[in-house]
């Protein structure tokens, strides 16, 4: 019978093994499933071949091997699986497909296996706090290197104000050059979302838009605050 082998002198019938098959009745040499094809149980006439979301990369196999999560196979056959690419994710293992990263994010990687893998991409910030979350492109004067996870629903702290410019609370994303420049505007530290961490943005406690008003008790030399009381004004 078709899976069966002849035995020793043609007196008995052997059966092919798993991971094998015979396909002509008589035949003495069982022949091995190709790489993307399995045999699980004895005495096949036939190899089936790996289903979607399955592999083999190796002949003779009894059983097809998952792919992991963050790859995928998507076709019948498979002798391995394809990686997520940059965007996408599997969660499961066996997964047929990749998942899209909702609107506007992405991922730092290949083969990501969760959706909390999904990222604001560089250039680009988490801008409010507004439903849907969307991640928007920064204006120039501000770097912004992404990162900000999916689900996140705290600040995006990622963006940096660039040398020479400022932002104040009331809206961080619109950003002033500064008096003085670099001086009074370092640079390359979080925006200020409250008065609070103005200072943080302004150097020597100053305030306003452009960083342009003195801490109490000083005023403005063109660029610089000035002690009132060491010049004899108080």
């Not at 059983?63 to 963050?70: I, L």
């Not at 997520?84 to 909702?102: E, F």
Request: proline share 8%.
């Amino acid at each position: 019978a078709a899976g069966t082998r002849s035995g020793a002198a043609a007196l008995s019938c052997i059966a092919s093994r798993p991971g094998f098959h015979v396909m002509v009745v008589g035949e003495d040499i069982e022949q091995p499933c190709p790489p993307g094809s399995f045999s699980e149980m004895a005495a096949q006439d036939s190899c089936g071949l790996c289903p979607p979301g399955r592999f083999v990369s190796m002949s003779a196999a009894s059983a097809c091997v998952a792919c992991e999560p963050g790859w995928f196979s998507e076709s019948a056959g498979r002798t391995e699986c394809s990686r997520c690419r940059v965007g996408r994710y599997a969660n499961d293992s066996g997964s047929t497909a990749c998942l899209v990263c909702p609107e506007s994010y992405s991922t730092a990687l290949d083969a990501s296996t969760s959706i909390l893998q999904c990222i604001c991409p560089a250039g680009t910030a988490l801008r409010s706090q507004d439903i849907p979350s969307l991640c928007k492109t920064c204006p120039r004067g501000i770097e912004c290197l992404g990162g900000h996870l999916f689900g996140n629903t705290s600040l995006d702290t990622t963006p940096r104000l660039l040398p020479a410019m400022m932002s104040l609370p009331e809206d961080p994303f619109s950003v002033y050059s500064c008096i003085g420049e670099e001086h009074v505007c370092p640079g390359r530290r979080p925006l200020a979302w409250s008065e609070a961490e103005l200072g943080t943005v302004c150097a020597d406690a100053r305030a306003g838009p452009r960083c342009h008003k003195c801490p109490a008790n000083s005023y403005r030399s063109g660029s610089d605050c000035k002690d009132c009381s060491k010049d004899g004004f108080l």
